[in-house]
């Protein structure tokens, strides 16, 4: 939902330039690399089962900053949650990747990858067309609270699920 208002959001509500829009959507986007360098570290540092809520909760939190971007010195709210959004998302799929790698009898490793994405990225295109059925409905910005709120809370079905308990994935039998 979120990802799909983005540059309507930008262009449209704050009216930033286009080239300014590449350039601060270029910058947020390098969250995403740093997820990928600091993933192995703080799944060490923090516990390979308590990384895949914490990087929900904690790490996934300031992207709520995302829809408090307004003109002006501001508008830093956006590449700074997006950058967030993109840290802490690398970092979770790192991390639940490989939990669900340590738990799948290896013969059925294929089969679980490829239901886990056609579940996962099947929902992309139903929350794209829900978010531009909001933006419209709503506003582009309430629907970016929805979608942004609702990434970070659903990290709580995960705080809740036995992994809470667990700091390994080791532990996991």
Avoid: K
Avoid at 13 to 31: E, K, M, N, Q, Y
Avoid at 61 to 75: E, K, N
């Amino acid at each position: 939902m979120g990802m799909a208002l983005e540059i309507v959001f930008l262009i449209r509500v704050l009216r930033v330039r286009p080239a300014d829009t590449g350039l601060l959507i270029a910058v947020a986007s390098l969250g995403g690399v740093a997820g990928g360098v600091f993933a192995g570290r703080l799944s060490r540092r923090i516990g390979s089962a308590r990384i895949i809520w914490y990087s929900m909760l904690v790490l996934g939190f300031p992207q709520l900053l995302i829809p408090l971007a307004a003109s002006g010195w501001r508008i830093a709210a956006f590449p700074v949650g997006m950058a967030f959004f993109s840290f802490s998302a690398v970092v979770y799929n790192v991390a639940q990747v490989s939990y669900r790698q340590a738990i799948c009898p290896p013969r059925l490793l294929g089969r679980m990858n490829a239901a886990m994405r056609w579940v996962v990225w099947g929902t992309i295109p139903l929350g794209a067309l829900l978010g531009g059925a909001l933006g419209t409905l709503a506003g582009v910005r309430p629907t970016l609270w929805i979608a942004y709120a609702g990434s970070w809370a659903a990290g709580w079905w995960v705080f809740f699920s036995p992994l809470r308990r667990q700091r390994q994935l080791e532990d996991t039998s």
